[in-house]
């Protein structure tokens, strides 16, 4: 899916786009950014996918796209930000495959170029600090946590997991786990980055229950007006 979305082949090889919908690049017609634009492919990317490919164990890959990732620079070895990835323009001296007009070098492409050249060396990935390797990949620590918020309105979490309820101004989360025959209250803190947070002590639920909530904003004094539910999963299996 990530291919089909985002990657573009070139003559020097494939090259992907940050993501889709991205503004940030030249227009169709090639004039500058300005604010909005068409986001362009990235030869760091190409770098990046090289590192999967590596971790994943197809080296011989990785050096394909290490090839690729060094084209892309300029006669004079820099990295540019962006290639150009649409047909040639002349006029505007803008060719496919080529580097657009945005920013050269980009000082994170020779970054990128520079770890994966450590990494194919090594025969793995280079920039794996030891104490994420022991957290994330030997020990597998998971977050206790799930985040509700109003851009991301979860309706379930597993069992054994606290509910996070994460607002952009102080509020009272006003929840119950019998659909309202009881209630509660938890006052949000605030955690110094703009985001004020709950956490509900959901962990002990069984599987099944439902848990209502809605929201109090001491500040403008009003309710939400609203409820919402978070159902409580299956238990998360551990790998």
């Known amino acids: 899916m990530v291919d089909a979305l985002l990657k573009v082949d070139t003559p020097q090889g494939p090259i992907w786009h940050r993501y889709n919908g991205d503004g940030y690049g030249e227009h169709e017609d090639g004039t500058p950014f300005d604010g909005t634009g068409i986001g362009r492919a990235w030869p760091l990317l190409t770098g990046e996918r090289a590192h999967f490919e590596l971790a994943a164990g197809r080296a ?17 070895g ?4 962006q290639i150009w990835d649409a047909p040639d323009m002349p006029e505007r001296e803008l060719f496919f495959g080529r580097p657009s007009g ?3 070098p980009l000082v994170w492409a020779h970054a990128e170029h520079l770890k994966l ?10 920039d794996m600090p030891r104490q994420t390797v022991q957290r994330y990949l030997t020990d ?19 069992a054994g997991k606290v509910l996070r309820i994460e607002t952009s101004a102080p509020a009272v989360i006003h ?5 309202w025959t009881t209630a509660q209250d938890a006052n949000t803190r605030d955690t110094g980055l703009g985001i004020h947070v709950a956490d ?21 004094g009003h309710w939400e007006g609203a409820d919402f539910t978070v159902s409580i999963g299956c238990r998360q299996p551990i790998r």
């Open 140 to 158: 597998r620590t998971k977050s206790p946590c799930m985040v509700w918020r109003f851009s991301h309105k979860i309706r379930s979490l597993p």
């Open 200 to 220: 509900l002590p959901t962990a002990p639920l069984p599987e099944g229950t439902r848990v209502c909530f809605t929201l109090y904003w001491p500040d403008a």
């Open 117 to 126: 050249l450590r990494s194919l060396a090594d025969g793995w990935v280079f």
């Open 102 to 104: 945005s920013a050269m």
């Open 60 to 76: 011989k890959e990785a050096q394909r796209l290490r090839e690729a990732l060094e084209s892309f620079a300029s006669g004079e």
């Open 175 to 179: 929840w119950s786990t019998d659909e």
């Open 78 to 81: 820099l990295f540019p930000e």
